[in-house]
């Protein structure tokens, strides 16, 4: 990996310099970029290019940086905004879980590589540090006001991929507590989708053994038409068609494809019951 170029080098065409995204981007990957110069200079090799400091190599990647960002820059925007969202789902309930960690690691490991998944670390524990720095209250405007602005330059489908991975770390531990499922629910609002959309990813896991969950997996109830049922299936498998998140890598989409797969095993769950 490129280092630092490769985490601040695509997405810089929606973080702002000031704004909240972009404050908790300096503050975690400045870390990075201050531990690899240090590195340098004891000649143990820099992966950041031998920039002088942080803000350098912000300033000089804003300067070479078109507005409609590229494919690398969706992919590195996406990570980032991953990490940022998922640092305050991990702490929602107060503690960090190993579980919830590996999943990031795996993430990281699979779509980026192995230097990635030691950065993605360090920049995780930089965002713990400053939502202890800030206070809960304050970190929370912050990540909620972040989500607005990723609202403004990701599309509907990578902001639902987006939140469908932070589900899956909420997960990871085998129990999803209430305040993990308040914390995903105002990150949906504020990235502009809806609860349902966070419900609706919390039965994805079940939707093949029961009924109930197929159910709330599209979004109807039992006492829904066949009509109705078949188009909030329409509906939903066109929102989640892994095309719409191909510019994010294969690696997402096939992501993509097996939520898709949990989505069409609700349906066949519910028509079975309904013998359509």
């Known amino acids: 990996m ?14 702002v310099t000031g704004s909240p995204l972009g404050a908790l981007a300096g503050y ?25 400091n ?27 905004s991953l990490l940022v969202l998922a640092s305050y789902i991990i702490k929602a309930d107060g503690k960090v879980m190993h579980s919830e960690m590996n999943l990031v690691r795996q993430w990281l490991r699979t779509n980026f590589g192995e230097q990635a998944v030691a950065e993605g670390e360090q920049i995780l524990r930089k965002l713990f540090e400053q939502q202890s720095n800030l206070g809960q209250s304050e970190y929370r405007s912050a990540v909620l006001s ?7 330059n990701m599309s509907y489908e990578q902001r639902l991929q987006l939140v469908n991975f932070l589900v899956m ?37 079940d939707a093949g ?20 049922v078949k188009a909030a299936y329409r509906k939903l498998a ?10 994010l890598g294969e690696d997402v989409r096939k992501a ?10 609700a349906k066949e769950t519910i028509w079975k019951a309904r013998g359509l």
Not at 209 to 221: P, Q
Not at 238 to 247: G, I, K, M, T, W
Request: hydrophobic share 35%; net charge negative; with cysteine.
């Open 256 to 265: 993509a494809e097996k939520k898709l797969q949990e989505i069409n095993a």
């Open 146 to 152: 972040s989500c607005r602005q990723i609202r403004q």
């Open 169 to 205: 770390i909420a997960q990871a531990d085998g129990v999803v507590v209430n305040q993990e499922v308040a914390a995903l629910m105002e990150i949906a609002i504020n990235l502009g989708l809806s609860e349902q959309d966070v419900n609706s990813m919390l039965n994805l896991r």
């Open 2 to 15: 490129a280092g630092i170029g490769k985490w601040i080098g695509g997405f810089l065409g929606f973080i």
């Open 28 to 52: 975690a990957l400045g870390a990075i970029f201050d531990s690899n110069l240090d590195d340098s200079r004891s000649g143990g090799g820099s992966s950041f290019g031998g920039n002088d």
């Open 209 to 228: 053994t029961s009924l109930d969950a197929a159910y709330k997996v599209l979004g109807v109830t039992p006492e829904a038409t066949d009509q109705e």
């Open 238 to 247: 066109l929102q989640h068609h892994p095309d719409r998140v191909a510019a």
């Open 54 to 80: 942080y803000q350098d190599a912000y300033s000089n990647q804003q300067r070479g940086y078109s507005q409609s960002y590229t494919y690398e820059g969706q992919r590195n925007a996406f990570r980032f």
